[in-house]
């Protein structure tokens, strides 16, 4: 898509979509101002259920401010040794094979273990509480209606099964606290307060939905590239350092997430345009990324590019919670991945077949071989 993202950048920095009745904004300042200025733009959406994401201030630092602690660097550092551990086992029996499923074998899995064991999920419950997981960020099978009511129902059952399985671990954790987020969710007021067991759960799948599929574009994105570039394979099996800066490049390149919604707030003037209040407008970040005002070489993969001021994690106040974590996941995967294989590469005759979400950059499949 990026080629088009380039073309409308140039010709229509900010437009109105009549088709999707929403503005569209595609250059880096202009992407950064909307992010940055809540109080023009705000990320209430009518949405089931309340989280950080969907709220401004004052109400959004209260409930960012609750778990913060948990997802500072320092923190998530210390989550490394279980990280490679976790890599190390998943990888164990694929590895003299010359080939495995990137997506289904690593991409998918780590992070959903990872935040099931930092949210207080049992390993026993792992596979239920993958499924679960899945199915939060599950797209329609076609564009037909009833595709669509299908998809609705099993999301709605899904979040009555999250929602009694939750309710069951924090009765637990009531009785017997943990070192874990329920635990702490549990115990945090905001005013004095105590949150409701809604919110804590709310919280938990707010973690899901926002932190796995993610996380698992990255992975696959980042060995994507490595794929299509051997030297750059060969400099960063040999210099290992050099990993962290390929992970930001690859979050500006490709990055995830490529466009995030707001509603303004009142009426306002942006490249010319007037929007109106209660309009929605479209952050295109995947476009802003590639925008040469803010980088040299924009639409090159520069593996140590610095400063690399990529929004792929957003901008502002609602900057993604959970990037030291996606950061350290991708940085312990792939280097992981160059240690213990030579010649990373598609597996011929694949079909690349993209996620089908507009807002969502990445591939179903991606099938690798290796040495
Ligand atoms: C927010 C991207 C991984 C939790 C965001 C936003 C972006 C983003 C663009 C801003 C949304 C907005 O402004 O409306 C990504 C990408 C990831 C990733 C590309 C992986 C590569 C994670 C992980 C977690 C997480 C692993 C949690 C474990 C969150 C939360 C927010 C958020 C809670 C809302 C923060 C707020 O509203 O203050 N993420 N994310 N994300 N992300 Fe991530």
């Known amino acids: 898509p990026f080629q088009v993202y380039a073309e409308l950048r140039?010709?229509?920095?900010?437009?109105y979509d009549e088709h999707?009745?929403?503005?569209?904004?595609?250059?880096?300042?202009?992407?950064?101002?909307?992010?940055?200025?809540?109080?023009?733009?705000?990320s209430e959406r009518n949405r089931a259920g309340t989280s950080m994401l969907?709220?401004?201030?004052?109400?959004?630092k209260q409930l960012r401010d609750l778990v913060n602690q948990a997802f500072t660097p320092k923190a998530i550092e210390a989550l490394a040794p279980r990280i490679q551990e976790i890599t190390d086992e998943l990888l164990a029996p694929h590895l003299s094979g010359g080939r495995m499923n990137l997506i289904d074998d690593l991409a998918t899995p780590l992070p959903v273990i990872v935040i099931a064991e930092l949210i207080g999920v049992p390993a026993t419950d792992r596979r239920e509480f993958k499924e679960w997981s899945d199915v939060l960020v599950k797209g329609a099978r076609d564009d037909s209606e009833e595709a669509f009511q299908e998809l609705e129902k099993e999301k709605l059952k899904n979040i009555q099964e999250l929602y009694a399985y939750f309710t069951d671990i924090m009765e637990q954790r009531r009785l017997k606290p943990q070192d874990d987020l329920i635990s702490l969710l549990l115990d945090a007021e905001i005013e004095g307060e105590k949150l409701t067991e809604e919110e804590v759960?709310?919280?938990?799948?707010?973690?899901?939905a926002a932190g796995n599929e993610t996380t698992t574009?990255?992975?696959?994105?980042a060995v994507r590239i490595l794929s299509e570039q051997p030297e750059l394979q060969e400099e960063l099996r040999e210099h290992p350092d050099k990993v962290a800066s390929a992970v930001e490049?690859?979050?500006?390149?490709?990055?995830p997430i490529v466009a995030i919604g707001r509603v303004a707030r009142e009426?306002?003037?942006?490249?010319?345009?007037?929007?109106?209040?209660?309009?929605?407008?479209i952050s295109w970040v995947g476009a802003a990324n590639r925008d040469s005002v803010q980088f040299e070489r924009a639409d090159e993969f520069v593996s140590n590019r610095k400063p690399n001021r990529h929004m792929g994690f957003g901008f502002g106040i609602h900057f993604c919670l959970g990037a030291p974590l996606a950061r350290l996941e991708a940085r312990v995967a792939l280097h992981t991945l160059l240690?213990?294989?030579?010649?990373?590469?598609?597996?011929?005759?694949?079909?690349?077949?993209?996620?089908?979400?507009?807002?969502?950059?990445?591939?179903k499949e991606y099938p690798i071989q290796f040495n």
């Not at 140039?10 to 437009?15: F, I």
């Not at 996620?355 to 950059?361: D, L, M, R, T």
């Open 201 to 208: 759960v709310n919280f938990c799948i707010l973690l899901l």
């Open 217 to 221: 574009n990255l992975i696959a994105n």
């Open 54 to 60: 969907t709220t401004d201030p004052p109400k959004h």
């Open 249 to 255: 490049e690859t979050l500006r390149y490709y990055p």
């Open 10 to 15: 140039e010709n229509t920095p900010v437009r």
């Open 20 to 42: 999707r009745e929403c503005w569209d904004v595609f250059r880096y300042e202009d992407v950064q101002y909307v992010l940055k200025n809540p109080k023009l733009f705000s």
């Open 267 to 281: 009426d306002i003037e942006l490249g010319g345009k007037a929007i109106k209040a209660g309009e929605q407008v």
């Open 339 to 363: 240690q213990r294989m030579e010649r990373i590469h598609l597996a011929p005759e694949t079909t690349l077949e993209p996620i089908q979400s507009a807002f969502v950059f990445g591939v």
